[in-house]
């Protein structure tokens, strides 16, 4: 069992930065890591991912060129740099772990997640 707790959410004004972080309970150095983010009344939606050890990373469209996701696998940890934030970047980010395995981008393929953090970001 993985359990992931994640830190970092904040308000922000548009154009700024945050830094996202997401620790688990054991070792996910093989685990693909992903963040989700959830609007009010909107799905979850798939913002970025990293697989492998050394950290393949894919991104939503709307989020490419801003955001970076990386991990630490010595801290079991891993991060999402979000830079020039914009108003609709605001949602509660979650993070989410999947064994090793077919690389997924919908949240129901992700069996393990945290309990969210709420990111603001006003205009």
């Known amino acids: 069992q993985v359990q992931l707790v994640e830190y970092g959410g904040g308000l922000v004004q548009a154009g700024g930065s945050l830094r996202l972080s997401c620790t688990a309970s054991g070792r996910i150095s093989t685990y693909a890591m992903a963040w989700f983010r959830q609007a009010p009344g909107k799905e979850r939606d798939f913002v970025a991912a990293?697989?492998?050890?050394?950290?393949?990373?894919f991104y939503a469209h709307s989020v490419e060129g801003r955001f970076t996701i990386s991990r630490d696998n010595n801290k079991n940890t891993v991060y999402l740099q979000m830079n020039s934030l914009k108003a609709e970047d605001t949602a509660v980010y979650y993070c989410a772990a999947d064994p090793p395995g077919p690389f997924h981008t919908t949240a129901r393929d992700y069996p393990y997640w945290g309990q969210g953090t709420q990111v603001t970001v006003s205009s």
């Open positions: 990293c697989t492998g050890m050394i950290c393949s990373a």
